[in-house]
């Protein structure tokens, strides 16, 4: 079955999406994106993307061409003609070829997929730290950009050494985030994450720990650590949209027993 996807305002088979290849989208990878859980046909947490989105479109002065109760039956209808129950969808917007106004409605496309995530949370993932730094000072550090590569590039590494994620640092030697999720450890009880001033991307998921962690009356803090207070940690693990809390057994050469968490069952609760 061919794949639809949505482009601007209309549904197309995906040979059949075009975009300029002049528009900065395409050259310079000027946009932003949006990967949402799909879950028993429905949309998960779309007004937090939807939210995030506009947000990240702002600092590239664009705005979004589907107000969110607009954007909802779009997808609804997009995952019905690709038969998606289970996965994901993913919302690209990117700026069109210049005109003179001063925020342009950005291009808009919309695509589906199917990865989940099941054996991984028994088995947990392999992470290690990545080669390159994150940049806290770069404007769009804590926006999901479609200037990923830095991102792709570490995680291929990752994965040609045998790991499945990987976890950088910033320029002042800071615990940062990983290529496609951020971290979470736990340290005596305590949940530690590091702060949006570290240079990382403020995630759904992430937001939705913070606050599981006040209603479970978890202890937890968010600051600057260095990786010694990572390396020693007691549980370790990563969230992002489709993964939810997703485990850690080995961090660079040291194995964490699965067995012995404590705080991330409780985290991961039904939110998976």
């Given amino acids: 079955m061919t794949m639809q996807v949505f482009l601007n305002d209309a549904y197309l088979e995906e040979a059949a999406a075009l975009i ?18 799909v ?53 690209v917007c990117s700026k069109p070829t210049p005109t003179k106004q001063t925020q342009q409605k950005a291009d808009i496309l919309i695509l589906t997929g199917t990865k989940t995530y099941k054996e991984e949370y028994a088995k947990g993932l392999k992470v290690c730290l990545a080669d390159a730094r994150r940049n806290e000072f770069s404007k769009i550090v804590g926006i999901k950009s479609m200037n990923y590569a830095d991102n792709i590039l570490e995680k291929e590494a990752a994965v040609q050494k045998g790991f499945d994620e990987a976890i ?30 570290c240079g990382i991307l403020e995630g759904t998921a992430r937001a939705r720990i913070i606050k599981k962690c006040a209603a479970l ?23 992002n949209a489709l993964m939810d809390v997703m485990p850690v057994s080995l961090l660079e050469e040291r194995h964490l027993d699965l067995g012995a968490y404590q705080v991330v069952p409780q985290l991961q609760g039904n939110g998976r």
């Fill in 20 to 37: 300029s290849p002049l528009s900065p989208g395409f050259m310079y990878g000027y946009g932003v994106f949006e990967t949402i859980r």
């Fill in 39 to 91: 879950s028993g046909k429905q949309v998960l947490f779309l007004d937090q993307h939807y939210t995030r989105m506009v947000q990240a479109l702002s600092v590239l002065g664009m705005v979004c061409p589907y107000e969110e109760n607009e954007l909802q039956p779009i997808v609804e209808k997009l995952l019905e003609l690709n038969g998606v129950s289970e996965g994901f969808v993913k919302v």
């Fill in 168 to 197: 950088f640092l910033n320029t002042h030697d800071h615990v940062s985030e990983g290529c496609v999720s951020n971290v979470f450890w736990v340290k005596d009880g305590i949940v530690y994450t590091p702060s949006l001033h």
């Fill in 217 to 239: 009356q978890i202890p937890f803090q968010e600051g600057a650590y260095v990786l010694e207070e990572l390396l020693s940690a007691d549980e370790v693990f990563v969230t």
